[in-house]
């Protein structure tokens, strides 16, 4: 498939996600805490991803299971849970467009150093003048969404 496709996903999903930290971050309001509102998203996404597992038969074999280093079976999830219970108890305090055009300035900053280092074993996307120029005009974005007369 081409890369047009794959930049739709990815817009789409960005979408979802702030569709899911407005609802969230409500439900979170109305039940006096943000944390009930992560701990019931991440319960029913479980069983929802676990529903489509069992559907389809998805299952890793042991071998795939034994190559897996033992930090990736928590580190993916503690910095997951950490910034979705950010995102709720910040929404309500700030709005949705602040919470999520802020919070995408901090993914931004880092996948730029990560891809630069070629952390988390993918491939290296080395820093370049026009990547800092997108990196900057993005960040300018972020800041006039925020800008308050």
């Known amino acids: 498939m081409n890369s047009y496709y794959w930049q739709l996903l990815a817009c789409l999903g960005g979408a ?3 569709m899911q930290g407005a609802l969230n971050s409500r439900l979170g309001v109305l039940l006096h805490n ?3 509102a ?4 991440y319960c029913i996404g479980a069983f929802l991803v676990l529903g489509y597992l069992l559907a389809f038969r998805s299952f890793p074999n042991k071998q795939m299971v034994q190559h897996v280093p ?3 079976w928590f580190a993916g999830a503690i910095c997951s849970v950490v910034g979705i219970s950010m995102y709720f108890y910040a929404i309500p305090k700030l709005g949705v467009s ?3 055009s802020v919070g995408l300035a901090g993914q931004l900053l880092l ?3 990560a891809g630069h280092f ?10 370049n003048s026009y990547r800092v120029f997108g990196l900057l005009s993005l960040i300018l974005g972020v800041v006039l ?3 308050k007369k």
């Open 16 to 18: 979802l996600l702030a």
């Open 111 to 113: 996948a730029f150093v």
């Open 118 to 127: 070629g952390w988390f074993n993918f491939p290296k996307e080395p820093i």
């Open 34 to 36: 943000p944390l009930w």
């Open 70 to 72: 033992t930090y990736l």
């Open 145 to 147: 969404i925020n800008f």
């Open 98 to 100: 602040t919470m999520i």
């Open 38 to 41: 992560t701990f019931i998203s």
